[in-house]
């Protein structure tokens, strides 16, 4: 398996403009997180889906942020609009149950923001 | 309060040395405690995990649980330079697919 593949890699903007960041979960997989990092609060959950349905998106910062999953092997996190402070590290996990219920999780390379 | 703390570091060590590195947490459900490595520009591995409470090994790390006081650590032995990466600790409780990380440990072995 190819593993989590996101896309793009890195991403410049500038400040006003929608951002969409796409993921494709490891397949066979029926959770998938998205996550942002930076130096200063490290990583934090944003939002996460069981079976294609969003479970917790308590950690969705405005409504400027929103994401989807419109099948189990595609998800989106759009920005719209995109600001400086957005700018981070945004990470897509993927797992399943496996021994005992751990739920290892399985990251992709990240899609690195830039907002001008 | 976070419902896991883990000190952000940096720490640097020379090669060779023992690293101890530790989270405390909040929530007495939690019942896996993980720690995940991260390299630079590089998402999240996980390196080890622990079901409830004890001490598991796997080669030069070390893994221990202690629930009485809700604190974890993972030991590296002759630490080397290829350790150098960001250490998060995470947990999760037996019945839910979200983990709870830590904010990470930045680690810098020098030769």
């Known amino acids: 398996d190819a593993g989590v593949i996101q896309s793009p890699r890195h991403e410049v903007t500038e400040m006003g403009q929608e951002v969409t960041l796409r993921c494709k979960p490891i397949?066979?997989?029926?959770?998938l997180f998205w996550y942002r990092q930076t130096m200063m609060r490290g990583l934090e959950l944003l939002i996460y889906?069981?079976?294609?349905?969003?479970?917790?998106d308590s950690g969705m910062p405005e409504d400027r942020f929103s994401a989807k999953m419109p099948n189990a092997s595609f998800s989106t996190l759009k920005i719209q609009p995109s600001e400086p402070r957005d700018s981070a590290v945004y990470f897509c996990?993927?797992?399943?149950?496996?021994?005992?219920?751990?739920?290892?999780?399985?990251f992709g390379p990240g899609t690195r923001l830039t907002v001008l | 309060q976070k419902e896991v703390e883990q000190d952000p570091g940096p720490l640097s060590v020379p090669e060779g040395a023992i690293v101890s590195l530790n989270c405390t947490y909040s929530?007495?459900?939690?019942?896996?405690f993980m720690w995940y490595r991260q390299y630079s520009r590089k998402g999240p591995e996980l390196l080890m995990y622990?079901?409830?409470?004890g001490n598991k090994e796997d080669g030069r790390f070390t893994a221990q649980v202690d629930k009485s006081s809700k604190y974890i650590s993972l030991f590296i032995r002759d630490s080397q330079p290829s350790d150098s990466a960001t250490y998060l600790c995470?947990?999760?409780?037996?019945?839910?697919?979200?983990?709870?990380f830590g904010s990470g440990t930045r680690l810098s072995i020098r030769p």
């Open positions: 996990a993927s797992s399943s149950p496996g021994l005992m219920n751990l739920y290892e999780q399985f």
């Open positions: 397949s066979g997989h029926n959770s």
């Open positions: 889906f069981n079976n294609n349905v969003p479970i917790d």
């Open positions: 929530n007495s459900a939690f019942q896996y």
């Open positions: 622990t079901y409830s409470s």
């Open positions: 995470a947990m999760q409780n037996s019945s839910a697919s979200k983990i709870i």
